[in-house]
C-alpha cells in the first residue's frame, strides 16, 4: 500500500535532511550515533516488503484502516457553498491519527532490538498511542507530558497509566509539550543503549520529520483513492489543523504534486495573533530557529529565546512547526493560515450539532477554517479537511470554556 510514496520529485529532504533552507540535524555528539542508527534502519524498513506487509497487517487489523471518507452533508447544506468531506482518522484504535507513526516507529524499535520506548506527548494522544502500542509488544514505555497538560488531559493521563506506561509530569517552561520533548531529547542521550524516542510529529533532527511524514502518508493515499471511488477525480482544497505538523503532512504529502489541489494549514491563533504571544502560529507569527534538532519557524524573543505560545487546544500548543511545512510555506505551494480558540470552540459546537460527531479540539481548528472559506466556494468544489481525533479527551476543558462547572453539565 505504501510502496509508491517514494517517487515523488517533492520527496524531500535531502541526504543532510534538509528541506530547502530548513530541517537538519542540530543534535549533540552523544546523539548522532543514535541518529544514524535509526536512519540506516529507517532506510533498510522503506524498500523492505516485509516492514510494510507488518504495517499494512496491523493497520487494516489493529487500528481499522482505511478510515471512512464522509460526505458531511448538513455542514455543506449548511455553509451553503463548497462539498465537504471529512477524513476520519478519529475513528482509528485510541482514537486520533498518532498511532498511524507509532506502530512504524515501534516496529522499527523492534527490529534494532530496543526494549524501553520514551515519548512525549502534549494533548496525550501521542502518549496513548504509543503506550497502546507498547503494551501489545510488552515493552517499557515511559511518557514525558509537561505538567500543565497531565492536568488539563487528565483522561489521557489515566489511559495511559492503565496500559502501563510511567508517566512523567515536566514543570520546565510553563509545563507543554516543548518542556516535555526537552525532557525527552535529556533521556535519550542519558540512556542510549536500550532506549528508543518515539517522537509524535513531524518535527526533531533528520531522519525523524521525513519518518513520520512517510508513516502519516497513509492517511493522504488512503483520500486519493477514496475520493476517486466517491466523485472521480481530485478534491480541489485540503485543509488540516498543525501542531508539529503530522497529520497535515499525512494528508498533504501524497498531493503536493498536483498543483490543481489547494494545499491549507491551519494554525493555533489561540487569543489572538498578536505581539503579547498569546497564540502557537509559529509560520504567521513567528520567524527562523533552531529548536529540538532541527531549524524551522518558531515563535522567540528578540534574543533567540523560545517562547511559550499559548492554545484552548493542548496538542496544538507548540511553538515550533515540521521543517518540511516552513518549507511548503516558503516556496509557496502550500498556504498557512490561522484559527483562534473562540473560533475553534463555535466550529466544535457545530460539528456535534450538524454531524453528530464530537471533534477534538485540534481539528476543530481545520473545521473552523473550512466553515469560514466554504460558503465562498461554489457548489462543485470540494474540499477534504482531516479530523483528526476525537474530542473525548477535551469534554472538560470545552464545558470550562463554554462557562459550565462541573456536575452542571445536565
Ligand atoms: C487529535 C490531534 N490532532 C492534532 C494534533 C497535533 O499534532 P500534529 O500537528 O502532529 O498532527 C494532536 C497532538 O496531540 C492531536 O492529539
Known amino acids: 500500500m505504501a510502496d509508491d510514496l517514494f517517487n515523488s520529485f517533492m520527496n524531500g529532504p535531502d541526504e543532510n535532511g534538509r528541506f530547502g533552507d530548513f530541517g537538519g540535524r542540530f543534535v549533540s555528539e552523544t546523539l548522532m550515533p543514535l541518529i544514524l542508527d535509526l536512519q540506516a534502519e529507517y532506510d533498510k524498513a522503506k524498500t523492505d516488503e516485509t516492514f510494510w506487509a507488518e504495517m499494512d497487517d496491523l493497520w487494516e487489523h489493529y487500528v481499522g484502516r482505511p478510515s471512512p471518507l464522509y460526505h458531511a452533508e448538513r455542514m455543506t447544506e449548511e455553509l451553503g457553498g463548497a462539498k465537504i468531506y471529512m477524513k476520519r482518522d478519529e475513528l482509528n484504535h485510541t482514537g486520533a491519527h498518532k498511532i498511524n507513526n507509532v506502530l512504524g516507529q515501534i516496529i522499527l524499535a523492534r527490529r534494532m532490538g530496543k526494549k524501553r520506548i520514551i515519548a512525549e506527548t502534549g494533548a496525550g494522544q501521542h502518549g496513548v498511542a504509543t503506550a497502546t502500542v507498547c503494551a501489545k509488544f510488552g515493552l517499557k514505555c515511559v511518557v514525558y507530558m509537561g505538567a500543565h497538560d497531565v492536568e488539563r488531559q487528565a483522561p489521557n493521563v489515566f489511559r495511559m497509566r492503565l496500559l502501563g506506561a510511567e508517566i512523567v509530569p515536566v514543570t520546565s517552561g510553563r509545563g ?3 518542556d516535555a520533548m526537552n525532557d525527552a531529547l535529556r533521556d535519550w542521550v542519558t540512556n542510549v543503549r536500550d532506549t528508543f524516542y518515539c517522537i509524535g510529529t513531524v518535527a526533531g533532527p533528520h531522519p525523524y520529520p521525513a519518518m513520520v511524514r512517510d508513516f502519516q502518508a497513509i492517511i493522504g493515499k488512503e483520500v486519493r483513492t477514496q475520493m476517486e471511488t466517491a466523485e472521480g477525480r481530485l478534491p480541489d482544497t485540503l485543509v488540516a489543523a498543525i501542531g508539529g505538523g503530522s497529520n497535515a503532512m499525512g494528508l498533504f504529502f501524497p498531493f503536493l504534486d498536483d498543483k490543481s489541489v489547494n494545499i491549507v494549514g491551519v494554525e493555533a491563533g489561540g487569543k489572538g495573533v498578536n505581539e503579547k504571544m498569546e497564540h502557537c502560529a509559529s509560520l504567521t507569527g513567528g520567524r527562523p530557529g533552531v529548536l529540538h534538532g532541527n ?9 533567540g529565546q523560545i517562547l511559550e505560545g499559548f492554545s484552548i487546544s493542548a496538542g496544538l500548543d507548540y511553538p515550533g512547526i515540521g521543517p518540511e511545512h516552513a518549507w511548503l510555506h516558503d516556496i509557496g505551494r502550500a498556504q498557512y493560515v490561522s484559527i483562534t480558540d473562540v473560533e475553534a470552540l463555535a466550529a466544535f459546537q457545530k460539528c456535534c450539532q450538524l ?13 473552523a477554517h473550512v466553515m469560514k472559506i466554504a460558503p465562498t466556494l461554489p457548489k462543485d468544489h470540494i474540499i477534504c479537511m482531516n479530523m483528526c481525533g476525537r474530542g473525548d479527551k477535551d469534554i472538560f476543558t470545552v464545558a470550562r470554556a463554554l462557562g459550565f462547572e462541573m456536575g452542571e453539565f445536565a
Not at 295 to 303: C, I, V
Not at 355 to 367: D, F, N, T, V
Open 355 to 367: 454531524e453528530g460527531i464530537i471533534p477534538a479540539l485540534e481539528p476543530s481548528h481545520a473545521l
Open 176 to 178: 507543554t509539550l516543548k
Open 295 to 303: 531549524r524551522t519557524y518558531l515563535l522567540q524573543d528578540d534574543d
